[in-house]
């Protein structure tokens, strides 16, 4: 018994160390070694400062930035209270929501008539999503060339230019990102 009590004692140690230690210390090795930015959060840095991750949706509240999707993570892009809204697509709230949000735009916005992209007006599955549609970036670029009183022809090369494919080419629709696509935008916008 007592042979027992000792073995399963060393076991737990050589595996705690084992598994607890040297194999996380050589998997964060590996990813430093092999994928610098992604293992370090794929930071965006501008004026030497980090400003935030191309992984994680930001809130722009000005008409002169691109907006990303709606976030249901608890203030808006919260990562703790990363989620969606579990509303299912028969939600009268989640119906209200949105109807209210579009004609919310539209008051504000009056160049995006018609059927706007649901992307503009649902929230992802994690709340966090940095990335949007390109019929969503292509519409919102008529309010940014105002806005910032840029052309249209701009605003929309810009989109063009940020376009990021499938993920391994078949994964996915081709989208763009938000904080990346706004800190060009700031390189083209007119200083005051």
């Known amino acids: 018994m007592t042979k027992t009590i000792i ?13 607890g230690i040297i194999y996380p210390l050589a998997m964060t090795g590996v990813a430093q070694l092999c994928f610098p930015k ?23 509240s000005s008409p002169k930035f691109f907006h990303g999707r709606p976030s ?18 028969t939600s009268k709230a989640l119906m209200d929501r949105i109807t209210h949000d579009r004609d919310s ?26 990335d949007i549609s390109i019929a969503n970036a292509m519409l919102q670029a008529r309010v940014i060339a105002r806005t910032n ?25 081709p989208h763009v990102n938000v904080l990346e696509l706004n800190l060009d935008l700031l390189n083209h916008v007119p200083k005051p």
Do not use: C
Request: proline share 4%.
């Open 7 to 19: 073995t399963s004692i060393l076991m737990t140690v050589v595996l705690t160390v084992l598994v």
């Open 105 to 130: 735009l539209q008051k504000v916005y009056p160049e995006l008539t018609g059927m706007l992209p649901s992307d503009m007006l649902t929230t992802s599955a994690s709340g966090l999503d940095p």
């Open 149 to 173: 009183t840029l052309s249209l022809d701009i605003v929309e090369s810009l989109v063009q230019k940020h376009i990021q494919g499938r993920d391994l080419g078949f994964l996915g629709e």
């Open 38 to 60: 992604q293992a370090n959060g794929s930071l965006i840095e501008h004026n030497g400062k980090i400003i935030g991750s191309s992984l994680i949706g930001q809130s722009f």
């Open 72 to 89: 249901a993570a608890g203030t808006g892009y919260d990562g703790m209270a990363s989620g969606g809204s579990n509303l299912g697509p």
